[in-house]
């Protein structure tokens, strides 16, 4: 991938600001990708490294990246344990439902075995 050639030439010339830049891009794609908790790495790397460099700019860009990408990981989390909790309770409704019916059945059947 082109920015990960950007990002190892950039650290063999020692270039801080080109390598932030590259952690920005990955994190930007990763996040497209849905990969939350490695964009946020990598945010997390350019806010360093703009920090050390004093570029305000990037520092700032890196750390709304971080906070946009952090909020979507707790999000998705979020929304997957309320879809598995849906499961669950289908899934107790359901059983709940087959118990009701084997019970009407057997109690049909000893009303049968009365008469």
Do not use: P
């Not at 932030?20 to 497209?32: D, H, I, P």
């Not at 906070?67 to 409704?93: R, Y």
């Not at 439902?97 to 008469?115: L, T, V």
């Amino acid at each position: 991938m082109f920015v990960e050639r950007y990002l190892e030439l950039s650290s063999e010339l020692k270039y801080r600001k080109g390598e932030a830049g590259a952690f920005m891009q990955l994190g930007e794609l990763l996040t497209q990708k849905g990969d939350f908790d490695t964009s946020t790495k990598h945010f997390y790397r350019a806010m360093k490294i703009a920090e050390e460099t004093q570029d305000n700019t990037m520092k700032d860009d890196a750390k709304v990246s971080f906070g946009m990408a952090n909020a979507s990981m707790k999000w998705n989390d979020h929304v997957t344990d309320i879809l598995k909790g849906i499961q669950q309770n289908t899934g107790e409704v359901e059983r709940d439902e087959q118990a009701e019916e084997i019970a009407e059945r057997e109690g049909e059947e000893s009303n049968d075995d009365d008469n």
